[in-house]
């Protein structure tokens, strides 16, 4: 554990422990325009089949500063289900969009670690999107991103209402994001180079707008579950739907 923290407080005094640059990074490449009066939706429902996984407990006693913020159980995160849903599956247009140019926001997408959480787990960004990591909590945490195709990243944000902010170079479906001082502390980031993406809630659902007339793949994600692709055509000022199903791990 002390060289652990030795090695994350190490890392955070660096100047280049990886990720990208503060502030948004637009295209290179002109903007392809959106026509809005043609522009459909997508709704994608992410259910279930099969013997709903138990919920399992995340073992925090080792960590008095983790667990003194939970009052109860803490479900683990990684496999929840309810009434035929699964929450937490990441949702995007994987294929179809051809050589359209999106604009990048200039929001950034928040990641907070909250009671030795990632909050949200799974989370999606644009390339070149800000990406604001936060600590919510008065202990060490260290954010370690390890994507195939754009460069790790590792810092620690020491105390409490530390931010740091990165973007990420290519797209890429997942990256893992670790804490190295807290093991159960895992979290998900999806990057894509256009705007369809969501992450499912509760109700499984996730809704895509502004998706222009076309042919496409959806693909789903989920940590557990696995993916799946699934083929929707979207006509002009249309509303296609899709029902995906997950099951439990083989
Ligand atoms: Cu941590």
Partial sequence: MQVRMLLVLACSLAVACGGGESGSRQPARPVTPLDLSTTGTIEVDVGFQGAVPPMQELRMGGFAECAAQHTGPVPAGDMLVKDG???????????????????????????????????????????????????????????????????????????????????????????????????????WLGVLDHPYFGVSGPDGHVTLRNVPPGDYVVGVWHERFGTRDTPVSVAPKGTSRANVSLAPPS
């Fill in 85 to 187: 849903h699964v929450e937490n599956a990441f949702v995007y247009i994987k294929s179809g969009l051809g050589d359209r140019v999106f604009a990048v926001p200039t929001e950034p997408v928040v990641i907070d670690q909250k009671g030795c959480q990632y909050v949200p787990r799974v989370a999606g960004a644009q390339v070149g999107q800000p990406i604001e990591f936060h600590n919510s909590d008065a202990t060490l945490h260290n954010i370690h991103g390890t994507p195939k195709d754009s460069g790790a990243w590792n810092f620690a944000l020491p105390r409490q209402g530390t931010v740091r902010t990165i973007t990420v170079d290519h797209p890429e479906v997942m990256i893992s994001v670790r804490c190295d001082l807290h093991p159960w502390m895992q979290g």
